[in-house]
Nanobody, 127 residues
Framework: QVQLVESGGGLVQAGDSLRLSCAASGRTFSRYVMGWFRQAPGKEREFVAAMRWSGWSGDSTYYADSVKGRFTISRDNAKNTVYLQLNSLKPEDTAVYYC?????????????????WGQGTQVTVAS
């Protein structure tokens, strides 16, 4: 079993920054694909970012076009924590942000491919 707990959301103004954290327990995620998704009211859950462990040379990262250049995914294996740095936030970034993991090394962009989920953390960006 894997437990994921997100934190770091809040209410900010457009242009501000936030850093979301996802603490994992139960199993190591060093070989997992870890991702961030978000869901706004009335909309489907959408892919935001993901990373795959690539060995000692570093991880591979992937981003949705809507957040590329503004958001950064990273992790600290010693703390079993994945981060999402959100910069230059826009009102359209308002959503519940979810941390997710999958037990295979293939990076996918649909939430159906992920088998571990956190409870979500709310990010609200005021204009």
């Amino acid at each position: 079993q894997v437990q994921l707990v997100e934190s770091g959301g809040g209410l900010v103004q457009a242009g501000d920054s936030l850093r979301l954290s996802c603490a994992a327990s139960g199993r190591t995620f060093s070989r997992y694909v870890m991702g961030w998704f978000r869901q706004a009211p009335g909309k489907e859950r959408e892919f935001v970012a993901a990373m795959r462990w690539s060995g000692w040379s570093g991880d591979s990262t992937y981003y949705a076009d809507s957040v590329k250049g503004r958001f950064t995914i990273s992790r600290d294996n010693a703390k079993n924590t994945v981060y999402l740095q959100l910069n230059s936030l826009k009102p359209e970034d308002t959503a519940v942000y979810y941390c997710a993991g999958k037990s295979t090394a293939l990076v996918t962009y649909s939430p159906t491919g992920y088998n571990y989920w956190g409870q979500g953390t709310q990010v609200t960006v005021a204009s």
